[in-house]
């Protein structure tokens, strides 16, 4: 069957948080002038989730896919320009005591071979500097609050991401959908109709109106009503691998100068992110409530923001972590915390958003509704929930703190999944890990840079010793060059407010 009939269906989207709202933007987008017949349902008295206030670079291409203008969301949105994230005191190992993981600019060519050469001979015990902070001008660029956007003269790429109000985001998107097209309900749904078959027929809200559709789209956060409720997909939990379940949040205000990095400091028994907005700083505690109650969470929250006498009120949070076995099965697919969540630690969550929608659509468009498409596309999502779990399980077996039992077990965790096993004996065993990863075909969403910056990040290398043969490393990287050579590029970069003024200008 043609893609075209299929494309005419009318289809139903449950939720209106970011995911749906990306989700029907995509939809309409792609098939609105196909005929699709678009309608998204959400229930303001549920509400959104209210969070997901990072993003990595793949949100830059849904806007740019779009069309949609910087200069015209993100001062709508509270945005600001992210060039990556700085992780503090994960690690104890003297020097290693905070690393900055940045998104990748053209630049880094330049200066990542260096910083291999001297992570590796590092990894054989040679004293040379092997941090990486100083190679990437990311890092340069959040330490002094530049924004990510070179000056005109500059002709070198940076990727970058953002940081934003979720509510104004989803208020915009809504918009957006809505002036293209997508029908916008604003209801409870109570029930879910099945036909003979198994598929879904029909949502009833609790106003007593049924919607039918063909195809349905469940983005109804962790409630996961349609795919997980109804349909009955298996969930498969990560918590073997990743401990944390809760999160507390409390905004502060922003500093005179906005900061251009997400800020991801460990606490006890977990971590705090800092996303500076323009108008407020969002705040979090990601934890494990298996070793630490909701109030000794918010209290400890409260006293590393200087926040303990404050009224400003937190606002506590339950996050299921792992994924469904299947994102799409019979008439239905599932988007956004529907379809699993990876704790945020790296702000994938709606890069996975990204990912579902425009491979569904690509596989419909290639295939229809046929089970052909549907297992491979099955198959790709899972893969990249994984891929991303494993980068992120790196940061808790990697860490050396040992002042919680949540800290030691993290450390201690023998869960390793095997593609991270893999990775960590390429690095251990002193091979050459961008090679080796190509040769044994270890697919992973992050780049060998990403971790390199990660394993060096947190100092991961033996105990530094005389090493015959060191001479051959002397003087192959020299740092000052490097350096200057960062603080050169720098130069091509205003500050972040200057940046977003620019925007409103
Ligand atoms: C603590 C935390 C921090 C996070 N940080 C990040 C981050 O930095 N970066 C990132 O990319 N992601 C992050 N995420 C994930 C991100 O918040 C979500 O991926 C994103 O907000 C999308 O959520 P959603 O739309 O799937 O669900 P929700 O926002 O929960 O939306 C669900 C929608 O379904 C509707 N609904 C549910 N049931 C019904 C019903 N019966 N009838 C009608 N409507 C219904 C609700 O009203 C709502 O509109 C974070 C998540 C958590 C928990």
Request: charged content about 25%.
């Amino acid at each position: 069957m043609s893609a075209d009939k299929h494309n005419k269906q009318r289809i139903v989207i449950l939720g209106g948080g970011t995911a749906g709202w990306i989700t029907a933007n995509a939809l309409i987008d792609a098939w609105g002038e196909k005929g699709a017949d678009i309608s998204l349902i959400e229930s303001p008295a549920i509400g959104t989730v209210g969070v997901g206030e990072g993003s990595t670079p793949r949100l830059k291409i849904f806007f740019d896919e779009l069309g949609i203008e910087e200069a015209e969301w993100m001062p709508r949105c509270n945005a600001t320009y992210k060039n990556g994230i700085s992780f503090v005191d994960w690690s104890t190992r003297p020097g290693f005591g905070r690393y900055f993981h940045p998104f990748t600019s053209q630049v880094d060519q330049h200066t990542k071979t260096a910083f291999y050469l001297n992570a590796y001979a590092r990894r054989l015990g040679v004293d040379v500097h092997a941090h990486p902070d100083r190679f990437f001008l990311g890092a340069r660029l959040s330490e002094n609050h530049q924004g990510p956007k070179p000056d005109e003269n500059f002709p070198f790429l940076v990727e970058y991401g953002y940081h934003f109000d979720a509510h104004l985001v989803g208020e915009f998107l809504q918009e957006k959908a809505t002036a293209r097209g997508v029908k916008h309900v604003a209801a409870q749904v109570a029930d879910v109709n099945q036909s003979p078959d198994g598929d879904i027929a029909s949502l009833l809200t609790d106003d007593g109106v049924t919607i039918e559709g063909d195809f349905f789209v469940d983005c109804s956060g962790f409630r996961a009503t349609l795919m997980q409720k109804t349909l009955q997909v298996p969930f498969r939990s990560f918590a073997e691998n990743l401990f944390n379940d809760s999160a507390v949040v409390l905004p502060t205000e922003q500093r005179s100068e906005i900061g251009s990095q997400t800020v991801s400091t460990a606490l006890k028994h977990g971590w705090a992110w800092e996303i500076p907005l323009t108008q407020r700083i969002g705040n979090g505690y990601v934890y494990a409530s298996s070793f630490c109650s909701d109030f000794d969470a918010e209290t400890e929250l409260r006293t590393h923001l200087g926040l303990l006498d404050s009224d400003v009120e937190a606002r506590h949070l339950k996050m299921k972590v792992g994924r469904v076995e299947k994102h799409w099965e019979r008439n239905c697919l599932a988007i956004g915390l529907s379809q699993g969540f990876i704790e945020p630690l790296e702000a994938t969550a709606l890069n996975l958003v990204c990912n579902t929608v425009y491979d569904f659509i690509e596989t419909v468009d290639r295939t229809g509704f046929a089970d052909e498409g549907r297992n491979g596309f099955n198959d790709r999502i899972n893969e990249s929930f994984e891929k991303v779990r494993d980068y992120i399980v790196a940061h808790y077996i990697m860490n050396t703190r040992d002042d919680t039992d949540y800290w030691r077990q993290n450390g201690a965790n023998t869960n390793v999944p095997d593609r991270l096993q893999q990775i960590l004996q390429i690095w251990k065993s002193g091979q050459n890990l961008s090679q080796e990863m190509e040769k044994q075909q270890i697919q992973s969403t992050y780049t060998a840079m990403s971790w390199h910056c990660l394993l060096a990040g947190y100092g991961f290398y033996p105990e530094t010793r005389d090493v015959q043969g060191a001479e051959q490393f002397a003087g192959k990287v020299d740092m000052a060059e490097i350096d200057e050579f960062v603080r050169r590029c720098a130069m091509n970069f205003r500050s972040q407010n200057e940046q977003l003024q620019m925007l409103r200008a």
